[in-house]
C-alpha cells in the first residue's frame, strides 16, 4: 500500500513539473478593453540568468486603439532596451521605449488598431534574484487619453 501511494506520488509531481509556463485565456474578440492572451519565457530554466520573455496582448474589436504600453517589472529582474514589438502575424511594429528603473513605457509610433494581437518580446531579461513567481502588471494608453488603463498581469513561473 505504502509503495502505491508513494508511486501514485511521485507520477503526480512528475506530472505537475511537465506543465507548460504559459497561461493562455480564451476570450472572445468582442470585448472592450484590451488584455493578456498568453505569456513564455525561453528558455523555460531555473539557472539561466538571461532569458526572453514574451507577452502576447489583444487588443479587440469593440476596443479603441492603444499608443502607450506599460510594464512594470517585477523585483528581481532587469530588462535591457532590447524590446521588440510584433503583430501576430510577424509585422514589426515601430516603437520608441524608454526604461526607468523598474518602469517600462513602450511608445507606438502610429496607434495600434483595434483587432490586432501585440506580441512583445523583452529580450535580455536578467534574473538577479530568484523570486517565484514574477509578474509583470501590464497597463495601456488609450488613444487621446494620457490615463494608463491595467489591462492585466503576465505571471512567469520558475522550473
Not at 70 to 80: D, F, S
Amino acid at each position: 500500500m505504502k509503495k502505491t501511494l508513494m508511486f501514485a506520488a511521485t507520477i503526480t509531481c512528475l506530472t505537475l513539473a511537465l506543465i507548460p509556463a504559459g497561461y493562455t485565456s480564451a476570450r472572445e474578440d468582442n470585448g472592450k478593453f484590451p488584455h493578456i492572451d498568453s505569456n513564455g519565457q525561453f528558455p523555460p530554466i531555473r539557472w539561466v540568468t538571461n532569458v526572453r520573455h514574451t507577452i502576447q496582448v489583444h487588443i479587440p474589436q469593440n476596443s479603441s486603439a492603444i499608443s502607450q504600453l506599460h510594464l512594470e517589472v517585477p523585483y528581481g529582474l532587469t530588462v535591457k532596451d532590447d524590446i521588440q514589438v510584433s503583430t501576430k502575424s510577424g509585422q514589426t511594429i515601430q516603437t520608441n521605449t524608454s526604461i526607468n528603473g523598474s518602469k517600462v513605457v513602450v511608445t507606438f509610433l502610429e496607434p495600434v488598431t483595434p483587432g490586432t494581437k501585440l506580441i512583445v518580446e523583452l529580450n535580455h531579461v536578467k534574473r538577479t534574484k530568484i523570486t517565484v513567481p514574477y509578474s509583470y502588471r501590464l497597463s495601456a494608453n488609450i488613444v487621446g487619453s494620457n490615463v494608463a488603463i491595467p489591462i492585466g498581469v503576465a505571471y512567469f513561473r520558475m522550473y
